[in-house]
């Protein structure tokens, strides 16, 4: 049998999964532009973050004469290795005179289930959360009006400790996203740290886009006419972000690219090499696909749409992979709360007509999670991978046609 490896436990110190395939199937790697692309090193982070801002001063100009900082990260949903950045910022608010006890963190957790302090040092390193105060955000209290956006009308409600600060600096990631087309930029904001109420109006009003004009204006890697892109860079303005450090990463959430300064032209440029890095091949026609998930394995469904287009319109099986020791996300606004208990916000997942069965792998059994994947009779739970391939075998003999794509839930095709 041939081995596939393939990037897991993005949080647990990547590790590589090996599965067996059956020698006969003839297997094509879909894998994004810029999957291998080398690490920055310390010294390109630390140029990257103090040096040359798009359009914007450096961090120590801005924070001369600030008096209270705000830093503000991504979860556990998020690849993002903050704990590379965060001291080279911290080293440009010394030189301004901010002291220690000026500057705290929050975690943009949007409607996301809270963070731990295992998951704070995970994120930001054992040495910040020893000296710093870390907070996680509280979309269901203490957040304050700052405005109305103009493309959706949105009440933007934000984190009161957030509009405390006079000096507010955002670090996080740019991936293909399924509605606002990358993440990144003022998602940081909102959802990041706004009111359940304010993300709840938000992401209705582009479901409601969605269904009525379809993913040539929202959906993975639709930046250009996204309107849930813009109401969320809108957000953000109305915040007064003041610094937005983005980074691109590789198959192995590796930090590769970072662009720092102010919101709009820094995100835009982000976005303009993140359409080429993260752009995969169009695989078609294929009797099995099977995706791996690693940077969002706890949003591993994410995954699904760049498998449906490989799989051949006469029908085919998808092997979705999704090893999150912790589980599937705590989503307050679309995840499940019980056996018919949901966020408002639910979506019903449909899997097109063309996929026979949907395979979910994982080896971290978790029954509430497989609410997040569709309830059908051609959707199967599987914890071990001989299970996998017996089932394959038995459907694709020997002579399969597969695709494989390592970052599933962080490729896009054109």
Known sequence: ??????????????????????NGWQ????????????????????????????????IRELARGKKEVVIIFDDMTRVTRAAEIVPFVLEELAKAGISDDSIRFIAALGCHG???????AK???????????????NPFANCTYVGMTNTFGTKVYVNEEVMRCDLKIAIGSVVPHPRSGFGGGGKIILPGVTSFETTEHNHRMFFKIAQEQGPSVIGMGVFDPNPARIDMEEAAALAGLDVLINCLVNMWGETV??????????????????????????LKDKDIVIANTFAKANEAWIGLPT???????????????????????????LGPFGETIWGPLRRERKIPEKVNRLIVYT??????????????????????WDDVLEVLAQAHGK???????????IQYCQ
Do not use: C
Request: hydrophobic residues 45%; proline residues 7%.
């Open 27 to 58: 297997v094509e790697m879909g894998y994004m532009a810029g999957y291998d692309r080398p690490a920055l090193t310390s010294e390109q982070i630390k140029a990257a973050v103090t040096q040359n801002l798009i359009g914007s001063p450096p």
């Open 1 to 22: 049998m041939s081995i596939l490896k393939l990037p897991q436990l993005a949080w647990y110190g990547n590790k590589v999964l090996e599965l067996p395939l059956a």
């Open 257 to 282: 690219a970072i662009f720092a300064g102010a919101l709009k032209p820094t995100y835009a440029a982000a976005v303009k090499a993140a359409k080429a890095h993260y752009l995969t091949p169009r």
């Open 399 to 409: 002579e399969a046609k597969v695709a494989v794509f390592p970052n599933a839930e």
């Open 123 to 137: 994120k930001l390193g054992e040495e910040v959360i020893a000296r710093f105060p870390v907070y996680n955000h």
């Open 307 to 333: 498998a449906y287009t490989a799989v051949k319109p006469e029908g085919g099986d998808i092997v979705l992979i999704g090893n999150a020791p912790e589980g599937q996300v705590t989503h307050y606004l």
């Open 114 to 120: 809270a963070m731990n302090r295992f998951d704070f």
């Open 363 to 384: 080896e971290y059994p978790d029954l509430a999670g497989r609410a997040w994947f569709g309830s059908t009779d051609r959707t199967m739970f599987l914890h071990r």
